[in-house]
Structures are given as structure tokens and as C-alpha cells.
């Protein structure tokens, strides 16, 4: 089962990016933590950070008929990533919306996700436990499904 892990823009600088709201765990981090637990789980994954919305877009399509799920963290595309949001929808799989913050203790503009009605769920303010929560709820989900 492969299952794709987008990193939205800015997302490199987790570690050094506002720690008061991000902490410190770097991205190379967060992806170890997940690639270990993917293989606990019996899972590949193929993850992307861009900086550049196109790049995240074209990552699902070439993805689309290999893949069996996607998380996204959108991060700055939460708000304004309508290609992305459409994209999400044309995948044939179901895909997680991820934040480390909650979103909607944030900043008032930050409190709508536009990217959220593409996906079948969000998990947010865990930090970097929030990926991990992702990724087994959608393995369990894919799971239950395939049964």
C-alpha cells in the first residue's frame, strides 16, 4: 500500500519556523517518525515538500493511479489553495488534511480551511503527533475498506 505525503510551503522550516507555535522538530524528523512507523504499519511512502503549489498538484497526478491514500499538511494553502483543494477532489483516494497547530485557535483568517471539503478528514494540534495520528487513521481506514 503506498500513501503520499504532501509538505506544503514553508513546511521545510519546521525547527526554526515560530517553535512557540511549531516546536522544534524538523521536517527530516517528522518524516523518519513517519517512514519508521510506515513500515510498522506495512506501508510505503512517497513524500514531497514544495514550496510551489503546482509542484504539490503534479505529485498527485502522477500519483494518482499508484497511490492508495495521500496526507496533506497545505500549510499557507489551507486558506487559498483552490488548485490544490480541486486536485484533492480528482484523486480516487482518500486523503488526510494535517496541521501540527490548531487551526482554529489561530489567527481568525487562519480559521477556515478551504482544502478541508476535499478531504475525508483533518487532524490537527498534536505537533508532530498529528502526522502520526494521520497516518494510522488512514491505513485503518484503507484497511477497513479493503475488507
Avoid: C
Avoid at 522544534?24 to 512517497?46: F, Q, S
Amino acid at each position: 500500500m503506498k500513501i503520499l505525503v504532501l509538505h506544503g510551503p514553508n513546511l521545510n522550516l519546521f525547527g526554526r519556523r515560530e517553535p512557540h507555535i511549531y516546536g522544534t522538530t524538523t521536517l527530516a524528523e517528522i518524516n523518519a517518525r513517519l517512514e519508521k512507523l510506515a513500515a510498522e504499519l506495512g506501508v510505503t511512502l512517497d513524500i514531497i515538500q514544495s514550496n510551489h503549489e503546482g509542484d504539490l498538484i503534479d505529485f498527485l497526478h502522477r500519483n494518482i493511479d499508484e497511490a492508495q491514500g495521500a496526507l496533506v499538511n497545505p500549510a499557507g494553502l489551507t486558506q487559498h489553495g483552490v488548485p490544490l483543494h480541486d486536485a484533492i477532489k480528482a484523486m480516487p483516494f482518500p486523503t488526510l488534511e494535517v496541521h501540527m497547530s490548531n487551526i482554529a485557535t489561530r489567527e481568525t483568517w487562519r480559521t477556515h480551511s478551504i482544502i478541508s471539503p476535499a478531504v475525508k478528514a483533518t487532524i490537527q494540534g498534536l505537533g508532530p503527533i498529528s502526522y502520526l495520528a494521520a497516518l494510522r487513521a488512514l491505513v485503518e481506514t484503507l484497511r477497513e475498506t479493503q475488507a
